[in-house]
């Protein structure tokens, strides 16, 4: 059985709370549960306690202190605060999720879905795994309180990213395109001529950075960690995205019913949507008119392919990064968006050769339902 774990329940309703504990109980690490009725109780049990607690489960709407600020203050008041923190929320939003994740928040489960408490304690066993038993121990303490710090960086490094491209950057975007059409009004536009065509093309050029701080600011959004995931049905939502988009003279198949049931992936349902769309602009983009794109499931995933050109072996790892041109010349975000929304998932993505010689981009570790 291995070593006790310890899982902290606060402000979870009897009834879940008891489907909580009986399901925990059937994992093959002992378990022991403890709960507190609010945060101000959590609080002062995680400060007295002799020994450390593993995860901790929080309802979001708690008396007094909701589950986000329990999360906050456990950061502030803690000197090692490095147990998975899972909220366990009623109502969720992007919104929600993204301040979950700022505060500390290492997962998400919505109750009321299918399989709610199955999903919770998934994410426990899996915080389980994540971490090493006694971590009380100074050595232990020592290497997850690195962990926290390098994560916490590098939110706050992306978060000042963020920033800059939303904000610091639009001001003088803005006044360059300001002082561009100010001059535009006072230029004869009917007869053309060398002043027109320069303005013209200062304005292009300002429209495609626009663009650039846009595509930016969705990357570094897209590629924070997805804690907010349902089950979504994989054949459906492949089959939805390729009907959303202009595919011209291009053809989907796989999803007709001649392959076996592609079955519920754990995911982001937008940023799923998002990334097969990518997947697709891409197969489309890169090849002639009339190429075929196929979806396929794989044991612990599922691919995109296509019968176009395909990616040289020595330029695949390439074709991942920001800034490599598409066949239009613009810069190219659409590899790269899905490989940080893989990474928000815990994903693997790797390009391979279709076995109709074309571009075949897997995802794998994907987590499934069925």
Same mark, same amino acid.
């Given at each position: ?11 979870i309703e009897s009834e879940d709370h008891a489907?909580?504990? =009986? +399901?925990?109980?059937?994992?093959? /690490? *002992?378990?022991? %549960? !403890?709960?507190?009725? &609010?945060?101000?109780?959590? $609080? ?30 456990? =950061? +502030?008041?803690?000197?090692?605060? /490095? *147990?998975?923190? %899972? !909220?366990?929320?009623? &109502?969720?939003?992007?919104? $929600? ?274």
């Open positions: 059985m291995g070593s006790i774990r310890r899982v902290l329940l606060v402000g489907a909580i504990t =009986t +399901r925990l109980s059937q994992l093959e /690490t *002992a378990v022991e %549960v !403890l709960s507190e009725p &609010d945060a101000a109780s959590a $609080l002062s049990s995680l400060q007295t306690l002799p020994e450390s607690i593993d995860c901790i489960v929080s309802a979001a709407h708690l008396a007094g202190m909701d589950g986000i600020a329990l999360s906050r203050e456990r =950061t +502030r008041q803690l000197a090692s605060p /490095t *147990a998975p923190f %899972v !909220l366990f929320v009623t &109502d969720g939003s992007e919104e $929600l999720a993204a301040t979950a994740l700022e505060a500390g928040v290492s997962g998400y489960v919505r109750r009321g879905t299918p399989d709610a408490v199955e999903r919770l304690v998934e994410r426990v066993r899996r915080a389980f795994e994540s971490t090493h038993p006694g971590g009380d121990t100074k050595a232990d303490g020592a290497a997850a309180d690195v962990r926290q710090r390098e994560l916490q960086r590098e939110r706050e490094r992306l978060e000042d990213i963020r920033h800059a491209l939303s904000h610091d950057l639009r001001s003088p975007l803005n006044v360059a395109t300001g002082y561009l059409q100010y001059l535009s009004d006072g230029v004869d536009t009917s007869s053309g001529g060398v002043e027109n065509e320069a303005i013209e093309n200062g304005l292009d050029a300002l429209d495609r950075i626009d663009s650039f701080l846009d595509d930016m600011n969705a990357l570094v959004q897209q590629g924070r960690p997805a804690v907010s995931a349902d089950p979504v049905d994989l054949a459906s939502a492949a089959q939805s995205v390729w009907a959303d988009l202009d595919t011209g003279e291009a053809s989907l198949r796989g999803l007709d019913g001649s392959r076996p049931d592609f079955g519920t992936v754990i995911a982001d349902r937008e940023r799923l949507r998002g990334l097969l769309g990518e997947l697709y602009r891409n197969a489309i983009d890169h090849s002639e008119p009339g190429v075929t794109v196929e979806v396929g499931a794989l044991f612990d995933g599922f691919y995109v392919e296509d019968d176009g050109p395909g990616i040289r072996e020595s330029r695949r790892d390439d074709t991942f990064r920001i800034g490599m041109s598409d066949r239009e010349g613009h810069a190219g975000f659409g590899l790269a968006r899905v490989r940080h929304i893989a990474a928000a998932h815990h994903w693997r993505v790797a390009i391979a050769d279709a076995s109709t010689g074309g571009t075949r981009v897997e995802m794998t570790g994907v987590e499934r339902t069925n």
